[in-house]
């Protein structure tokens, strides 16, 4: 994640002025909050849509009422339980061709595939639910390796879109890149047109999903400086709880609407053609103030502050002005900090600091593996797929003030070795639970799911302070994108399934006790001032 860069005058400085008046959190902080929140918001369901998109019972549609499944034999519409072999399928009161076992149904399923979207209106007549996915029109029913990859390439390109919308954000500011990643949403719309059998069929989509995926998840890290900059720094434990709980919606709105619409081509629409929204935020969205004076915007910074003062009642002085426009203000405390630049050699100068970069870095891999994993997983467990992942999702959502209490109640530390420790616990214990108590399965599978989300919460607090501030940027950037590697892992894991079903599961849970352990040779952070310097971090160890 993209660190902010701070410009700090010393107190000696009699002609500095500080800003804090403007960081209160009032309408302003309020009104830009709001819209900030609105691309995360269609991120998150952009960023996870591809667990239906790309869902593996796309030759059924659920009755409801009948718990039946429809398979759909080329042109006609068919009834019928997915019993073993032998069982029969009924067709408007007519007998159909037996139903095979699964390995031996999957060509005839292929067939089905590709005439299943031609279906929708008479399976609308018929008074029944029509779930599809692009399995069905792409004939990937016998490969499966190619289903899954599509997580896999999507997750790729969050690994682009890092970097690349970072890089935006500082050159040209958070509102440019914050707009350019919403508008990007309108490209994930094109992957609505892909059909055929050649390259403008399944190639063509994953094209459509990388690049999607490479432009736009950067709104993750761009809301989240955009939101850290508007506040003093008490008051920043807001930003990472926003965006959270933005994730966490939007995962559960994508659910509802994969409920109401389940067509893959339209459910899409719904999320991408409100891409155009984020035009208006050209007019709406304002930049940040500390962006503004850092790169030298002195006359934009002056009006920003004047129209800051006016939407919160903050009066603003000609000293203040005047010290914008010669870049002599100071953000945060007005006081000189001892100064150390980051270079490699750094980094192996101190072998605490060393180790404190694996552990944080297993950390960061395991959170995201084992987040990501449960959650593509979810639509593989008992029952509805779409309310588990949507009890997933609230799962997610609890996690998020679990986690804010928790981590000034008990501290960093404990925090992340109880969520680890709970989490592997839980998806080991599941690895044994037989399939039939559903129950047992779904509460156990959420416990995990809610203990891997508090993890997700904490390190990103905890790596923080545990490493210098002149190796923080380098250090949380090189953290996070070994998360995105194991964001890329995680959908790749339901092809262990098919060796041996607990395979991925306890893979999760082997990740997360490794995790927990590592979480012991690393001291508390509470309440302790940030260290600026590897000797400052080196001294927290004792």
Avoid at 297 to 309: E, F, G, R, S, T
Avoid at 515 to 534: F, I, K, N, Q, S
Wanted: with cysteine; hydrophobic share 50%.
């Amino acid at each position: 994640m993209p660190q902010p860069r701070t410009l700090v005058i010393s107190v000696k400085d009699t002609e500095s002025v500080s800003l804090g008046a403007m960081a209160k959190f009032g309408k302003f902080q309020c009104w830009q909050y709001a819209l900030a929140m609105l691309p995360l918001l269609f991120t998150a369901m952009s960023n996870i849509n591809y667990v239906f998109a790309a869902a593996a019972d796309e030759a059924s549609v659920e009755d409801e009422e009948l718990h039946e499944h429809i398979f759909v034999v080329p042109g006609t519409p068919v009834r019928g339980r997915t019993a073993g072999a032998g069982a029969t399928a009924v067709v408007a009161g007519a007998r159909a061709a037996p139903l095979l076992p699964p390995r031996a149904r999957c060509r005839r399923t292929q067939l089905q595939c590709r005439q299943l979207h031609q279906s929708v209106k008479t399976l609308r007549r018929l008074g029944l639910r029509f779930r599809n996915s692009i399995v069905a029109e792409f004939d990937l029913a016998c490969q499966e390796w190619k289903r899954t990859l599509v997580g896999t390439v999507h997750n790729i390109g969050v690994m682009i879109s890092m970097p690349l919308m970072g890089f935006v954000s500082d050159r040209w500011g958070r509102r440019k890149s914050i707009i350019a990643s919403g508008l990007g949403l309108a490209v994930g719309a094109f992957k609505t047109l892909t059909a055929g059998p050649g390259w403008t069929g399944y190639p063509l989509y994953m094209l459509l999903e990388l690049l999607e995926a490479a432009l736009v998840t950067g709104t993750y890290t761009t809301c989240f400086v955009l939101m850290l900059e508007l506040v003093g720094k008490n008051r920043r434990v807001i930003s990472a709880l926003v965006l959270g709980i933005m994730i966490a919606a939007g995962e559960l709105l994508l659910a509802l609407i994969v409920w109401l619409v389940p067509y893959w081509r339209h459910f899409q629409l719904f999320l991408y053609c409100p891409a155009f929204i984020f035009l208006t935020y050209i007019f709406l969205l304002d930049e940040s103030l500390r962006w503004l004076i850092v790169n030298e915007k002195n006359d934009k910074a002056v009006m920003l502050v004047q129209k800051i003062a006016k939407w919160n009642g903050i009066p603003v002085s000609r000293k203040m002005i005047d010290g914008i426009r010669n870049s002599k203000v100071a953000f945060d405390a007005d006081v000189e900090v001892e100064k150390e630049k980051f270079h490699p050699k750094l980094l192996f100068s101190s072998t605490m600091l060393l180790k404190r970069l694996l552990v944080c870095s297993w950390w960061w891999f395991t959170a995201a593996f084992v987040y990501y994993g449960l959650l593509i997983n979810s639509v593989s467990l008992p029952g509805n797929k779409i309310v588990n992942f949507a009890l997933s999702s609230l799962s997610t959502l609890i996690a998020e003030f679990v986690a804010a209490y928790l981590l000034n109640k008990i501290g960093r530390k404990f925090t992340l070795l109880g969520g680890f420790l709970l989490c592997g616990v839980c998806c080991v214990s599941e690895a044994f639970i037989p399939k039939a108590a559903t129950t047992e399965l779904i509460v156990i599978f959420l416990l995990g799911k809610m203990c891997i989300s508090v993890c997700f919460n904490a390190i990103y607090v905890y790596t923080s302070e545990l490493v210098p501030t002149s190796a923080r940027g380098c250090l949380v950037g090189a953290c996070s994108m070994l998360a995105r590697v194991g964001s890329v892992l995680a959908p790749l894991t339901p092809l262990l399934g098919a060796w041996w079903p607990p395979m991925p599961i306890l893979l999760f849970g082997g990740a997360a006790l490794t995790a927990a352990g590592a979480t012991l040779t690393t001291p508390e952070t509470l309440r302790r001032a940030l260290p600026d310097t590897v000797a400052q971090a080196t001294q927290q160890q004792q």
